[in-house]
């Protein structure tokens, strides 16, 4: 079994950054993929980013140039860097792990202000 983490959300102005980290635990295939997903009220739950166990990655369309993911092996720990945000981009951020199997955090609130 899998456990994800998620921390950093929050309130912040539209213009501005906000990190997201996911620590994952438990039995964790070396070969897998992490990512963020968002959902907001009456939409389905959608990709923002993943990135492979070989660092991969791969960017929804509307925050390419804008988020950056990353990860750290040792730690387990994936991030999502997001940056020149926008009231759009509100929404609850799940992480993502998918091995054999496939697993979800808790999400955590990002509310951009406009």
């Known amino acids: 079994q899998v456990q994800l983490v998620e921390s950093g959300g929050g309130l912040v102005q539209a213009g501005g950054s906000l990190r997201l980290s996911c620590v994952a635990s438990g039995r964790i295939s070396s070969f897998n993929i992490m990512g963020w997903y968002r959902q907001t009220p009456g939409k389905q739950r959608e990709l923002v980013a993943t990135?492979?166990?070989?660092?991969?990655?791969n960017y929804a369309d509307s925050v390419k140039g804008r988020f950056t993911i990353s990860r750290a092996h040792i730690k387990n720990t994936a991030y999502l860097q997001m940056n020149s945000l926008k009231p759009e981009d509100t929404g609850v951020y799940y992480c993502?792990?998918?091995?054999?199997?496939?697993?979800w955090g808790q999400g955590t609130q990002v509310t951009v202000s406009s």
């Open positions: 990135i492979s166990s070989g660092d991969t990655t």
């Open positions: 993502n792990l998918r091995d054999a199997s496939n697993y």
